[in-house]
């Protein structure tokens, strides 16, 4: 599934993207060990168990914003995108643990024409992720420079 070009979206278009993903302790460990995050939230059950109010590990919110915005790339910007500008207000507020099914909508919450760039233009998503019981665990406003259609 190909991606839109800047001029195939507008202010206000939701998209709900058809991807879900089960997150798995493979996932949540691999990562963390692959990145160098050693905390304990993360990899050490009987330290979540006996010390934090989660009771188990949390997955590594890095992690979780990865496939926030992964899910987002099929619908939004596979092969339209020239590049990721920046991530902006992410927030976690809900924790994601082993066996959570994530899905994620995204808004369309900003549009310009790039001045230095003709051909292309800034899109600003608001991406959200909701676990299987429709809690929200991650957001975030990512801006990306985006292709547009040959006229």
């Excluded at 302790?25 to 060990?33: K, M, P, Q, T």
Aim: proline share 3%; glycine share 8%.
């Amino acid at each position: 599934m190909a991606g839109l070009f800047y001029d195939q979206f507008e202010v206000g278009q939701i998209f709900r993207h058809p991807i879900r993903r089960t997150v798995t302790e493979a996932d949540n460990v691999w990562f963390s060990a692959l990145t160098h995050n050693p905390a304990a939230l993360h990899l050490d059950e009987e330290y979540c168990r006996e010390h934090t109010e989660f009771g188990q590990r949390i997955v590594n919110s890095a992690f979780t914003l990865g496939l926030m915005v992964g899910i987002t790339v099929g619908d939004t910007t596979l092969g339209t995108t020239v590049a990721n500008l920046g991530w902006d207000e992410v927030r976690f507020p809900a924790p994601l643990f082993h066996g959570d099914t994530v899905r994620v909508e995204t808004e369309v919450l900003e549009m310009r024409e790039s001045k230095s760039r003709p051909g292309q233009g800034i899109v600003v998503f608001l991406h959200r992720a909701f676990n299987q019981q429709q809690a929200l665990v991650a957001h975030c406003k990512r801006s990306a420079l985006m292709l547009k259609q040959k006229s």
